[in-house]
């Protein structure tokens, strides 16, 4: 069973920057698709941005041209670069994986981002 555990999340005012990275139990280098997902009180929770096995990538509308996703399949994690933060970015941030196609999705614990002034 792969596990997922994020770190990196916390306080960070308007317009500065965080980078949360997720660190998987196993070898990613075969893993389906990595991503984050975020939930922001009283949402649904709603994707962030994606990256396939083959380094292709999906932000959602909301976040393109700020945050940043990166696998490394060395160190088994992905990271989230997450620049020029806004209010709105105030949410619990999730790792998600899904090895293949056909498998289920396996989902880190989540991390805390507030961005306050």
Not at 68 to 89: C, G, H, P, Y
């Amino acid at each position: 069973q792969v596990q997922l555990v994020e770190s990196g999340g916390g306080l960070a005012q308007p317009g500065g920057s965080l980078r949360l990275s997720c660190a998987a139990s196993g070898s990613i280098f075969s893993f389906y698709v990595m991503g984050w997902y975020r939930q922001a009180p009283g949402k649904q929770r709603e994707l962030v941005a994606v990256i396939n096995q083959g380094g292709s990538t999906n932000y959602a509308d909301s976040v393109k041209g700020r945050f940043t996703i990166s696998r490394d399949n060395a160190k088994n994690a992905v990271d989230l670069q997450m620049n020029s933060l806004k209010f709105e970015d105030t949410a619990v941030y999730y790792c998600n994986t899904k090895i293949s196609p056909f498998s289920p999705a396996v989902w880190g614990q989540g991390t805390q981002v507030t961005v306050s002034s």
